[in-house]
């Protein structure tokens, strides 16, 4: 039961931190205060890292963190901080490679014990309050490392030191020379390694617990249309077909849930990430171009759905999360019996919305309970209005039935992920509104989360407060948002952005030395160490995605110094991708655009009739290695951002294309059919 006092925590504005302000337990946020009580106490720190939707952090909170005993505990031998890893990827990401190296996993909660020096000694994740089986109980443990701390220190500080060490030669990520066919053997292997582990039955790659890895489809879908590999467009169209048929996807609500628990993509772990269903989104879309087929577009708009009526602040920034628990139990917001919809829509609509969704008596579920899902339906990819019309009742009748926790957290990375969503949605589908959306999102990034007087960004968000300097992922994903407003719109406002952007990227943390970028920026907090992230976890790394920026914004403003960044970026990346290449997936995508053929295509137009039927002609079908920059002729706003634009002009003073082919420029022409045949 929650605590009539209120901790240290009452006054942060993180959910998943208030969550915590009224325990037993004496937490302290990330902060000079609760390392000089440590010193001065002379105690050592038991550090907790979660989110605000995670299971199993409620269900630790609950076991652990509202015991009297436990707390009592802690608050004596202990000097208790509480991360929300949303808003502090730095620190999350060094102490989850404490547990990832100490125990061989990592996970949520993440619990630490270190020294007042922030050194750790011992880490592990979920500690159930007392022993289970052969896992060890939470208060086992406290006991244990606070008696170590009085009789047995040297040995506590020793291991805090060498653990420290081994991790801070870790983090200084490799770099060195590579071989000129590195990049295609790492395309080439990358593309082999998801064929072995495909999962020709159910989709997907490997087996349970499965996640929707986004970025892994993503470039599947690049190496299909660039090496014209069929193999590769039909594992991508095929996870995509089975994940949307499946529980992970809420067919009630729209959106994805974060990673189904079973082999077919049935039963999810039921909390649903903002990060999840932009990349998807961006996912069903390309795919929606690539083949045409409806399927895709459909549940491209689903999602936008869920997107614009659930996790939408009025302001025009994105929530962060939804929780996976209601009233204490896992996914209870989200079941159904079959009792309950028969009785909800009546016998006969009730019979048929239970067999177009696999709602049976005996359930799929925990206590004949059932997650509505169309694995059975065979008729998945089409549309019907009584279904439609049924699923909003049962919609209703959901909303009515029981709340569901929103981490109402705005997180600028996150963010920058759903507008570049957006951004491709208004692009691909034409859908005013879909622009309008991202636009606002961007004007919500510069207007909150951006620092007046620096320039720099914020991390995150809520109710009004930002917090926290931005880390790379924050400006590398802006940087993608704004390049793809660009390709939207062709604004060149949003390149002279996104240069902005760029130049305090490398400003902040760039390493010139070693190449690649660090985590933290020179504006962030020193940690015991500065991580730098290459490798692609839930969302891509920020050095995969500034990879992926650098060559577009290289091939956009035709700048060499971008493009010798972009090279150094690349030659980075790949020495570090060369063991384990299905894990640089979104680097890949930069990697595979690098490597092969490209199109560079300038348009100069007289009138705005003109520069939307360049953008319709676009929308219709997927170009996976073209730059396209539209210039007005009689304005000069791209000279600044693009100055190698400033000799194009009109050619019979009709509109001009510009199209070079593998470094190889054809002369100007004024043919939209024959650009149109050029291009395909």
Known sequence: MPHNKANKLINEKSPYLLQHAHNPVNWYPWGSEAFEKAKNEDKPIFLSIGYSTCHWCHVMEQESFEDED?????????????????????????????????????????????????????AGTYFPKNSIHNMLGFIELLTFIAEKWTNGRPELIASGNKITEILTEEFESKS?????????????????????SFDKINGGFGSAPKFPSPHNLIFLLYYSQLKNNKNALKMAEYTLAQMYRGGIFDHIGNGFCRYSTDDKWLVPHFEKMLYDNALLLICYLDLYQITRNELYKTVSIKIIDYIIKQMTDVRGGFYSAQDADSEGDEGKYYLFSKDEIIKLLAKEDGEYFCDYFDITEKGNFENFKNIPNLLKNKSYD????RIKELIKKVYDYRQSRMSLLTDDKVITSWNCMMITAFAKAYKILQDEEYLQIAQKAAKFIETYLTDKNSGLLYASERDGKASGYGHLDDYAFYIMALIDLYEATYDAAYIKKSLEIYKKMQEQFYDEQNGGYYLSGKQNESLIMRPKDIYDGAIPSGNS?????????????????????SEKQNNFMAFNAKQHPMG??????????????????????????????????????????????????????????APFTAAYGLKNNMVTFYLCQNKICTAPFNDFNMLNDMLN
């Open 176 to 196: 060195g020379v590579i071989s000129d066919d590195l990049d295609k053997i790492i395309i080439e292997k990358a593309f082999s390694q998801f064929a072995e």
């Open 70 to 122: 436990i707390a009592k505990i802690l608050n004596e031998h202990f000097v208790s901080i509480k991360v929300d890893r949303e808003q502090r990827p730095d620190i999350d990401s060094v102490y989850m490679r404490v547990c990832q190296m100490l125990t061989g996993a990592g996970g949520w909660p993440l619990s630490i014990f270190m020294t007042p020096e922030q050194k750790p000694f011992y």
């Open 382 to 385: 089409k549309t019907q209005e």
């Open 584 to 641: 640089y997936s979104f680097f890949n995508i930069a990697l595979i655009k690098d490597i092969n053929p490209s199109k560079e295509l300038v348009v100069v137009v007289k009138i705005q009739e003109e520069k939307e039927a360049v953008k319709k002609m676009l929308s219709e079908k997927f170009y996976p290695n073209l730059t396209v920059i539209i210039k007005n002729a009689q304005s000069d706003e791209l000279d600044e951002a």
């Open 545 to 565: 995605v500034a990879a992926y920026v650098l060559l577009k914004l290289s091939r956009l403003t035709g700048e060499v110094n971008i493009e010798k960044i």
